[in-house]
Every structure is written in structure tokens, then in C-alpha cells.
């Protein structure tokens, strides 16, 4: 069975750094794509970041240079670290990984950045 369970988040100001984590069980992130998505208040689900299973990342300009997503195979978990934070990256954050048995999500990390 396939889960993504999330950690990290919370509240930070205008300019702080908070960091997400994705612990993955029942896969391996070594062999597979993932992502990171986030959906704010009234807002779509967009995507914030991908993740290839050869270490190529791509990040959505409206993060791009504040964000970095990373892998640490020996613990299978994956990390989101957002600096720089601002008040319009409020949002629910998602990791998402897609496998052959189907696509799965993480249950969703709240951030809330205060100006």
C-alpha cells in the first residue's frame, strides 16, 4: 500500500522559511516522479514543483528562486523548503507522487504566512 504522509508547515511571517516533508511508504522515490502542488484559499490546486526520478527539478515561476525541493533517498522522504515566504503562498500544500499502480497524494500541510 502506498502512502505520502506530510509533515512541517505552520504559520510564518513575511520573509521567514518554513519546510515540508513527505515521508513515502510502499514505493520507492528513487524510481519514481513526484511533486509538490498547493491550493490556496479559493483557489485552484497548482503546481509548485516537480521532482524527476533523475534528481531534475522545475519549479513554478511564481516560486521559482524561493523554493527547493529535494530527496533523501536513505530516508525515502522528500522536503520542500520555502524561503522568502509571502503572504500569497498561503495555501494547503501537496506532495503527489505517480507510480504504475496509479497517482497518490500526501493528506495536505497547512501554511499560512502573515505580512
Known amino acids: 500500500q502506498v502512502r505520502l504522509v506530510q509533515s512541517g508547515g505552520g504559520l510564518a511571517q513575511s520573509g521567514g522559511s518554513l519546510r515540508l516533508s513527505c515521508a513515502a511508504s510502499?514505493?520507492?522515490?528513487?524510481?519514481?516522479?513526484m511533486a509538490w502542488y498547493r491550493q490556496g484559499p479559493g483557489k485552484e490546486r497548482e503546481l509548485v514543483s516537480t521532482?524527476?526520478?533523475?534528481?531534475?527539478?522545475n519549479y513554478a515561476e511564481f516560486v521559482e528562486g524561493r523554493f527547493t525541493a529535494s530527496r533523501v533517498y536513505a530516508r525515502n522522504t522528500a522536503y520542500l523548503q520555502m524561503d522568502s515566504l509571502k503572504p500569497e503562498d498561503t495555501a494547503i500544500y501537496y506532495c503527489?507522487?505517480?507510480?504504475?499502480?496509479?497517482?497518490?497524494w500526501g493528506q495536505g500541510t497547512q501554511v499560512s504566512v502573515s505580512s
Open positions: 510502499g514505493i520507492n522515490f528513487r524510481f519514481n516522479d
Open positions: 521532482l524527476t526520478r533523475d534528481g531534475i527539478t
Open positions: 503527489h507522487v505517480n507510480t504504475k499502480w496509479g497517482e497518490f
